[in-house]
């Protein structure tokens, strides 16, 4: 009797242990010295990003908790989407979306819609671009635009937490921040 119950247990523990990611082993250049927790990882509580490696376990398992955001790991910084260089995910480092290239320039600005309220505290859009903010246009657009009539038009809705050419990386910031914008200084 004691030979099958060992048997049973010592499967159960082969089971869980091999559902529990092996997390120290994620570190990347994005994420130095830490756990990079790409969305492919699959977390169970929907956290993507830079996490120690002392707490990454803890943070990847368990009720679903994080969606697209930070907010449920005080600490863990903004969540950004990069499009300059693939990174998706929370994390301190405010330039993580900078590239050794320049940023794209800025169209002329274009007349059209304008800001239908002032951006929060602690930040803005680049000169020469407006703030549209979620629920304002119908193609999904969220962001600083100065290409109103191309990005927010009344077409279907085609951005889904993604920026058009020329419109930098989606941001969702501590400072309250949310959508595209070519300023890769928005969250700090």
Known sequence: MHFFTSVFVATCVLSVASAVPTLTERSSAQCPGMSHLKPEHGCSSGFVGCVEYAKASEVCNGPKRFYN?????????????????????????????????????????????????????????PPGTWYAKKSECPSGFVGCTSQSPQVCDNGPQRYFGSCPPNHGNYYNCANGFVGCTTNTAICG
């Open 69 to 125: 955001d930070c907010s449920a790991l005080p600490g863990s910084g903004s969540f950004y989407r990069c499009a300059s260089n693939g990174f998706i995910g929370c994390t301190t480092n405010a330039n993580i979306c900078a590239t050794s290239s320049a940023p794209p320039s800025n169209p002329p600005p274009t007349t059209g819609n304008a800001p239908t309220s002032p951006p929060a505290a602690g930040w803005s859009c």
